[in-house]
């Protein structure tokens, strides 16, 4: 049965994430894009509402939401500001392995404390050599005793400078390349964690997003996620799990893009004539609107997929993809609208295009998920 009339419960989120954006995201957004400080005042109320521990099951007091429920709330935010959003969202991506993974000590002790306060969580995947090819990392994790000594450099590392809570890859048998690596729980008070350096970036400037030391950082075998040897499935099905939101996040950004940009082709005039009544212009804008539908079933599909526990590798990917591929190209013809006065800081337009830009790039870049999409369909 296919339905996509959202609950009450759906349609009262999807508000409460609207009046978010509106009241407390868009006003500070242009202020947290130009500076360096980190949106703790955003956050405080983020984190009242609940949205930065709402994937964490209720049991260990989270909002329990659905990954469709994610995505719905996903859109609204990022279309309030991308990198507060992504602020948000990276929360659940360091919250996702041990939801899916974790003992019910190790969720008692690590996901229950983001209910109580505000805390993030950070997920440590890439390395200066590994990016894309994750499986390639150098990061070690050494059984010493009953403890885990983990050495190694994590870079792009996003919330990494204010986070509390770590999820960190690292390899406990090199020799057996991604079959050998293995995923931790590493608070970020534990001595050797260091915090390098700190990026400054094109786009979604609230994020913070840093390079993570990891010096004979003793951790003890308790905070070994599930066994030694999964850590590069923990990964992948972690990401999995989190695309279908970075798809919903192009959904957000490109709508973002195309409400201004409707606004402005129907009150700008040339010609004697609001530029909206050319059809060029009015056939833009319904491409645009066109692809941020198709864009949001795709997103909408992938979770429902994996909220029912079927096999949706190949439709996050194709979410992801695809949600960030709109909101690179609404943006850009949103800024096309605006005219030179898009190309000017004192409109949304540019901070959109240089947003976007990103959703292509982390959770694996687009052509990563090609690569998925390509390998499914080719057999
Ligand atoms: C702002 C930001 C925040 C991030 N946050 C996090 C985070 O919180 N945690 C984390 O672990 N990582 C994070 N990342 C890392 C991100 O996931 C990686 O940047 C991404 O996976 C790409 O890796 P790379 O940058 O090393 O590029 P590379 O892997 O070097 O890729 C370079 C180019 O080659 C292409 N390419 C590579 N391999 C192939 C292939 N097989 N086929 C076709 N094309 C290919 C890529 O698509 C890309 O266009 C973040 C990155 C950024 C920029």
Redesign the pocket.
């Given at each position: 049965m296919i339905s996509f009339v959202l609950t009450e419960e759906q349609l009262a989120l999807q508000n409460t994430a609207r009046e978010f954006a509106l009241k407390e995201m868009r006003p500070v957004a242009a202020k947290y894009d130009q500076g360096h400080e980190f949106p703790w005042d955003v956050m405080k109320k983020a984190f009242e509402v609940g949205f930065l521990y709402s994937s964490i099951e209720s049991e260990y007091g989270g909002g329990g939401l659905s990954l469709l429920d994610t995505a719905i709330i996903s859109e609204e935010l990022a279309a309030g500001c991308a990198g507060l959003f992504?602020t948000m969202m990276?929360n659940s991506?360091a919250q996702t392995p041990i939801i899916l993974f974790g003992t019910h000590e190790q969720k008692k002790k690590f996901l229950t404390p983001f209910s109580q306060e505000l805390s993030f969580g950070?997920?440590?995947?890439?390395e200066?050599q590994?990016?894309?090819?994750?499986g390639n990392m150098l990061s070690t994790a050494k059984k010493v005793g009953s403890d885990y000594i983990i050495n190694g450099t994590?870079?792009?590392?996003?919330?990494?400078g204010v986070a509390r809570t770590h999820v960190v890859?690292a390899n406990t048998d090199p020799e057996k390349g991604i079959r050998g690596m293995s995923a931790f729980i590493v608070q970020a008070d534990t001595p050797g964690v260091s915090v390098g350096k700190v990026?400054d970036?094109m786009g979604?400037r609230a994020?913070n997003?840093v390079e993570l030391v990891f010096e004979d950082v003793k951790v003890p075998q308790e905070n070994l996620l599930g066994k030694e040897g999964i850590g590069f499935m923990i990964a992948m099905k972690t990401l999995d799990k989190a695309r279908p939101s970075v798809g919903a996040a192009g959904v957000g950004v490109a709508r973002a893009a195309l409400d201004y940009a409707i606004e402005y082709a129907n009150s700008r005039e040339q010609f004697g004539k609001p530029i909206s009544a050319f059809q060029h212009i009015a056939f833009k804008l319904a491409d645009m609107a066109t692809e941020v539908n198709a864009a949001r079933l795709l997103v909408w599909h992938a979770a429902w997929l994996i909220d029912n526990k079927q096999k949706a590798s190949k439709e996050a990917a194709m979410a992801k993809a695809y949600g960030s591929d709109v909101a690179m190209r609404t943006t850009v013809e949103a800024l096309q609208i605006y005219g030179g006065y898009g190309y000017m800081k004192d409109y949304p337009m540019e901070k959109l295009v240089r947003d976007a830009k990103?959703l292509q790039?982390?959770?694996?870049?687009?052509?990563?998920q090609?690569?998925v999409i390509s390998k499914e369909i080719l057999g």
């Open positions: 992504t990276v991506l950070a997920f440590c995947l890439t200066p590994a990016g894309s090819d994750a994590k870079c792009f590392i996003s919330n990494g890859f990026e970036k979604q994020s997003t990103l790039i982390y959770e694996g870049t687009n052509e990563i090609r690569l």
